[in-house]
C-alpha cells in the first residue's frame, strides 16, 4: 500500500503542476546545478526570517531534493517520521500508521509564480466532498506560496487508503534564473489518525523555503 501511496504522490504532483513535460536528471557537474536561491525580501504580506520554535521531540530538517533544485525546503521532524525514498526533486516521508509527507521541487511550465498557485488553489480540493478548511498566501522573492489544510474526500485521489483523509501543506511557485519552480509539501493522514494530524499541526508553521518561515493558517 505505500508503495501505491508514492505512485499517487508522484501522479498528483504532475497533475496540479500541470507541467507538460516531467524532467528528472542529475549532472556530474557542480556548474550544471541552478544557484540556491535565498528568499527573503518578499513583497508584504511575507515569511519572516524568525518562526515557531521546534517542537520538543522535533529537530529541523533539510529536505534532500538533489542537485537540481534551487530552493531549499526544511521543516521540523520527529523520529516518528521514516526517510522512505525519493531522488531528484522529491521526497517521501513515512510513518507507521500510514500517514505520509510528501516533498516535491520540479520545473513548470506556468506563466507566473501566481498563476501555479492559483492553479493548485483551484484544483486541490475539486473532488466532490473534499473541502478546504484554511488557508494562509504570501509573496516570496521571485514568487508566491499558499499554506493551507483540509479534509479530502474517500475518492480523492491522495486520500489514504481510499479513505477520509487530512491534508496539510504548502504550494509556492518560485522563479529563478529564467526557471518556474513549483515547491510542495503535502503531509496526508486518515481523518481518524489524530496522532498524525497532531503532528501536522505543530510542523507546518516550520516549514521554511530559503532561510524564511511561510505564514501558516489558523490550525485550531
Request: glycine residues 10%.
Amino acid at each position: 500500500m505505500k508503495r501505491s501511496l508514492v505512485a499517487v504522490a508522484l501522479v498528483l504532483g504532475l497533475a496540479l503542476s500541470g507541467c507538460s513535460a516531467f524532467r528528472v536528471s542529475s549532472s556530474d557537474e557542480a556548474g550544471a546545478k541552478p544557484a540556491n536561491v535565498g528568499i527573503g525580501d518578499g513583497q508584504s504580506p511575507s515569511p519572516t526570517e524568525t518562526g515557531p520554535t521546534v517542537p520538543d521531540g522535533m529537530s529541523e530538517t533539510t529536505v534532500d531534493l538533489g542537485g537540481q533544485c534551487p530552493v531549499e525546503v526544511s521543516l521540523a521532524l520527529s523520529a516518528d517520521w521514516a526517510d522512505g525514498s525519493g531522488y531528484d526533486g522529491y521526497r517521501l516521508y513515512e510513518a507507521d500508521s500510514g500517514a505520509i509527507i510528501t516533498v516535491n521541487c520540479l520545473d513548470d511550465d506556468e506563466s507566473s509564480p501566481q498563476a501555479l498557485v492559483d492553479k493548485a488553489r483551484e484544483r486541490m480540493f475539486s473532488t466532490s466532498g473534499s473541502s478546504l478548511g484554511s488557508e494562509s498566501t504570501g509573496s516570496l522573492s521571485g514568487g508566491e506560496y499558499w499554506s493551507f489544510h483540509g479534509t479530502l474526500a474517500p475518492d480523492d485521489m491522495r486520500a489514504v487508503d481510499k479513505e477520509e483523509s487530512v491534508i496539510f501543506g504548502v504550494v509556492a511557485g518560485v522563479s529563478v534564473d529564467g526557471r518556474l519552480f513549483k515547491v510542495s509539501v503535502d503531509m496526508l493522514a486518515q481523518a481518524d489518525d489524530s496522532e498524525a494530524q497532531d503532528q501536522f499541526r505543530q510542523m507546518l508553521p516550520t516549514v521554511r523555503l530559503g532561510d524564511q518561515v511561510l505564514t501558516a493558517p489558523d490550525l485550531r
